[in-house]
């Protein structure tokens, strides 16, 4: 079993940044794909992006691609969403993720853990 729990989100300009956390617990962490999903009032949960067990690959939404990193420190069970110029379409919950499988997932049903979600508005 995994725990997820967001932290980091708030109310920032458009133009601004924020940095989001999600601490897990659990022995396996480093081993688990992790993710961050969005989800904006009366549109379907999406993914932002996603970084392997090792921190090497990652994949990124088009949408947030140059503008979003993330990160993960396997020592901390802890992984990171920085997210510069952010734009007011970036409003939405935004949840974190674990995935046991290996490889990046983009979907979803594709993830076993979820946080509780943090929310972001970037007003324009």
């Known amino acids: 079993q995994v725990q997820l729990v967001e932290s980091g989100g708030g109310l920032v300009q458009a133009g601004g940044s924020l940095r989001l956390s999600c601490a897990a617990s659990?022995?396996?962490?480093?081993?688990?794909?992790m993710g961050w999903f969005r989800q904006a009032p009366g549109k379907e949960r999406e993914i932002v992006a996603a970084?392997?067990?090792?921190?090497?690959?990652?994949y990124y939404d088009d949408s947030v691609k140059g503008r979003f990193g993330i990160s993960r420190a396997n020592g901390k069970d802890t992984v990171f969403l920085q997210m510069n110029r952010l734009k007011s379409e970036d409003t939405a919950v935004y949840y974190c993720?674990?995935?046991?499988?290996?490889?990046?997932?983009?979907?979803?049903?594709?993830?076993?853990?979820w946080g509780q979600g943090t929310q972001v508005t970037v007003s324009s």
């Open positions: 970084i392997a067990w090792s921190g090497g690959p990652t």
């Open positions: 659990g022995r396996t962490f480093s081993t688990y794909t």
């Open positions: 993720a674990a995935r046991r499988a290996g490889g990046l997932g983009s979907k979803s049903y594709e993830y076993d853990y």
